[in-house]
């Protein structure tokens, strides 16, 4: 094979020089009410291994570029990122069905792409144009797809939601489970062990995931919570804490959960450590509450990202030059849907209005003033 | 044909047989609609608005649910997102006010927010309201809270006829309505037309009825008050004086222009509730008659 210049030419590479399936060990899972917890070994095939590696790529540059927008004051409000946890998402996605459900909280941009928007209708609802997923009304918290409820802005209510779309999966018997996602800040909310009761009660297929990324805004789990086991706090709901930053570790044990809810044995929970790099939101450093030295040193060792890339590689798995290629092909995307966002129009202002209701007749609302109308369309 | 097997030997129906009934044809004429809340299967319902229904539904469809407003209503709403249609019932609204960040947050602004992907077909309702002597903390009236909020439909029959009429609507709306019921009105009976009995009548939200006619002063009014203002209307009546006695129905949309067609013609305007004067139905009722009156393509009254 050769090469030309900075570039290989993959293509004259033949793929019985790739190693098409490997398996690897994956850390054991801690279990609560369980005999067992999901294998210690995970398979990963060439195809599966290059798809991650492009999502959690795609999901890392989106949310840069964000913070970059963010920083122009292109993009507004509120905006919390999800560089670091992208095995989290991707990992999920990897063990579920698109007919399966998933709702989360606000940290949701890796969700939203995972359950298949586009990084452009992202980009452009974060900078509020109509081009936006949510035609630019949303923002980043609320943004929706086919089995993705959101983006949810209230702390913890998300969850109790989650349940009851598990519960209309019972109900219309479709075998279909839905992951309801919070985080180690939301854990300790009351509705989520009302959650959990009705959940365990009426055997909802409901995976609960406690996101646990040892801060919530800028409280440690140590300062917020008297217990830390999240993966315990279901207490008759059986648990498995798991690496969150390996993503076959996040598939196995998804597979595993999912497997527990549809055959009808009820809720289960799982706790997925990770961590994120930026701050709470944009508007927090993410320093004042830890420190860069922890910070540095998750991205030198625990990275999701680089952790795939380099087992692939010392599996030979796939080439340098195919993950280079992937990189640049990826931000090519993530600068075209950029360029989308930063020059797509808003709304426009007889819109400010639509959308009240669904499926209504158009109604007319008060403006600024009585006599001041506008029009609302479902 | 006419079919409702609560109607008493006297042709008239209880507000409590018109709402059951209205449930249990819902039901039957939709699989996804189902009742969840407390005491609303094996109990038959805290005031036995659901009798009934559990025997000829069973567990599925007719959920007993644990002392968790928070957590149930926010399963309620949770359902409604992914397709079905349920109706959460609050024991009384009071205990609304512990689920109120689910019915505001998580169904109200939700088709607004996503730009119309992700509707909520959800009735919440239950007894609102001031009862007999049930004490402070179980006594409020939430017509005012709820009417403030856009992305709600909020309405408060007062008859049997609204019961079942408005009832139907709301099960059958895409969108959260706030059902506000009374339960001193559950046992009184009332007349009910033919039409009114039929498997598919329904009342339009934000139409008003004029309960009585008359010329010299307007009594606006909802939920048990219309009652109060008919019988201070048969009181007035004997001294000459008129009451035009407009029953709202619904409080979000309001039907102001029911109102102020009977108020240009009495000019005199009373607005009757039981919800606390500061801020409520009857201030929003005044500040829109107001506004009519005034506006520049109004004449000054």
């Known amino acids: 094979p050769c090469l030309q210049g900075a570039r290989a030419v993959v293509s004259s590479r033949a793929f019985a020089d790739f190693t098409p399936k490997a398996s690897f060990e994956i850390k054991k899972c801690d279990v609560h009410r369980l005999e067992e917890g999901p294998p210690g070994q995970a398979e990963l095939t060439r195809e599966q291994g290059l798809h991650y590696y492009r999502t959690m790529q795609t999901i890392r540059r989106m949310e840069l570029k964000a913070d970059q927008l963010y920083k122009q004051k292109i993009i507004r409000g509120f905006c919390h990122l999800y560089d670091g946890q992208e095995a989290c998402a991707m990992g999920i996605e990897a063990a579920i069905n698109p007919t399966d459900h998933v709702i989360t909280a606000y940290r949701a941009h890796g969700y939203t792409y995972t359950r298949g928007v586009p990084v452009k209708q992202i980009l452009a609802e974060l900078t509020g144009r109509k081009g936006g997923i949510a035609k630019g009304k949303g923002g980043s918290m609320h943004m929706y797809a086919p089995n993705f409820y959101g983006g949810n802005g209230i702390v913890g209510a998300q969850v109790p939601l989650g349940a009851g779309i598990a519960l209309a999966c019972k109900y219309l018997g479709n075998n279909q489970v839905c992951v309801t996602l919070y985080g180690d800040g939301a854990a300790n909310q009351g509705q989520i062990f009302e959650a959990y009761n009705m959940a365990a009660l009426w055997k909802l297929p409901c995976i609960f995931i406690c996101e646990n990324n040892k801060y919530g805004m800028g409280t440690s789990v140590e300062r917020s919570s008297a217990s830390t086991d999240y993966y315990r706090r279901g207490d008759y709901i059986p648990g498995l804490r798991v690496d969150g930053m390996d993503v076959l570790s996040v598939r196995e044990a998804t597979k595993f959960a999912a497997d527990h809810c549809r055959a009808g044995k009820g809720p289960i929970l799982m706790e997925l450590e990770t961590y994120r790099y930026h701050g709470h939101s944009m508007s927090d450093p993410g320093v004042s509450y830890r420190t860069r030295e922890e910070i540095q040193e998750v991205r030198s060792k625990s990275d999701p990202i680089s952790m795939l890339k380099d087992r692939m590689l010392s599996n030979k798995m796939a080439a340098m030059e195919e993950f280079k290629e992937m990189d640049s092909e990826i931000r090519k995307e993530i600068e075209e849907a950029a360029l989308f966002a930063t020059s797509d129009p808003e709304p426009p202002l007889d819109a400010l209005c639509d959308h009240i209701f669904h499926n209504d007749l158009p109604l007319e609302v008060r403006g600024t003033t009585p006599w001041s109308k506008l029009k609302s369309s479902s | ?301």
């Not at chain 2, 042709?11 to 059951?20: E, I, P």
């Not at chain 2, 689910?102 to 959800?122: C, D, E, H, L």
């Not at chain 2, 029959?157 to 009105?185: H, Q, T, Y």
């Not at chain 2, 506004?291 to 109004?298: A, I, K, S, T, W």
């Open chain 2, 1 to 301: 044909m006419a079919s409702l097997s609560c109607v008493l030997r006297s042709g008239r129906v209880t507000v409590r047989d018109a709402l059951n009934q209205a449930m249990d044809e819902e039901l039957e004429r939709d699989e996804r609609v189902f009742l969840l809340g407390e005491e609303v299967a094996q109990y038959d319902g805290a005031y036995k608005i659901s009798r009934g229904l559990w025997k000829k539904y069973g567990d599925a469809r007719i959920i007993d649910t644990p002392i968790t407003e928070m957590g149930f209503t926010g399963i309620a709403v949770g359902a409604a997102m992914a397709g079905l249609r349920p109706i959460c019932e609050f024991m009384t609204f009071n205990f609304s006010m512990q689920a109120i960040d689910q019915v505001i947050n998580s169904a109200a602004k939700t088709n607004y927010m996503s730009a119309g992907r992700q509707s909520v077909p959800i009735v919440f309702r239950g007894p609102n309201g001031a009862s007999a002597g049930v004490g402070a903390q179980h006594s409020q009236c939430f017509a005012a809270w709820y009417g403030h909020c856009p992305g709600l439909k909020v309405v408060s029959p007062w008859s049997a006829e609204d019961a079942r009429g408005l009832l139907k609507a709301a099960i059958r709306d895409d969108n959260p309505v706030v059902f506000l019921e009374n339960e001193l009105m559950y046992g009184v009976p009332f007349e009910m037309s033919e039409e009114s009995l039929s498997k598919d009548f329904t009342i339009p939200f934000g139409k008003a009825k004029v309960e009585r006619q008359g010329t010299h002063v307007t009594l606006v009014t909802h939920s048990r008050y219309v009652s109060f203002c008919l019988d201070a209307a048969a009181v007035l009546a004997k001294e000459g004086v008129e009451c035009e006695v407009v029953n709202l129905r619904s409080i979000r949309p309001l039907d102001v222009e029911t109102i102020e067609a009977s108020v240009m013609k009495t000019n005199h305007l009373v607005t009757v509730e039981g919800g606390w004067p500061q801020f409520g139905v009857g201030a929003e009722v005044c500040a829109r008659v107001m506004e009519g009156m005034m506006g520049p393509h109004r004449p000054p009254h």
